[in-house]
């Protein structure tokens, strides 16, 4: 299966509504609109900002990657999935609230 139809399964499994065609799409659920980029189909990082981005890798692209993300540190939030075989894994996700006690 390619990697964008591996990503096209993840996001509906995880209860979004999926559009467009292509290595780039969208993901919707509730209020939230994720763009997903699939790294092997685009090769290259969105520009837009105030978004959120969820990009979808194999494990051998992850680290250069998320290296590349944190040296660009673009203006959106940022996540990045790792799809190896039928198995996938987050393996950067978006900081999230932060909690005082």
Same mark, same amino acid.
């Given at each position: 299966m390619?990697?964008?139809?591996?990503?096209r399964s993840i996001?509906?499994e995880?209860?979004?509504t999926?559009?467009g065609n292509?290595?780039?799409?969208r #993901?919707?659920?509730?209020?939230?609109v %994720?763009?997903v980029?699939t790294?092997?189909?685009?090769?290259e990082l @969105?520009t837009?900002?105030g978004q959120?981005?969820c990009f979808v890798?194999?494990?051998?692209?992850?680290?250069?990657?998320?290296?590349?993300?944190?040296?660009v540190?673009p #203006?959106y939030e940022?996540?990045?999935? %790792?799809v190896?075989?039928?198995?996938?894994?987050?393996?950067r996700a @978006?900081?999230?609230?932060?909690?005082?006690?």
């Amino acid at each position: 299966m390619r990697l964008v139809e591996q990503a096209r399964s993840i996001f509906a499994e995880l209860g979004y509504t999926v559009e467009g065609n292509g290595p780039k799409f969208r #993901a919707e659920r509730d209020w939230k609109v %994720v763009h997903v980029s699939t790294v092997l189909e685009t090769g290259e990082l @969105p520009t837009e900002s105030g978004q959120f981005h969820c990009f979808v890798a194999q494990p051998e692209d992850a680290d250069s990657l998320e290296h590349k993300l944190q040296s660009v540190n673009p #203006a959106y939030e940022w996540a990045i999935i %790792v799809v190896d075989g039928d198995d996938y894994q987050v393996e950067r996700a @978006p900081p999230g609230p932060r909690v005082s006690a």
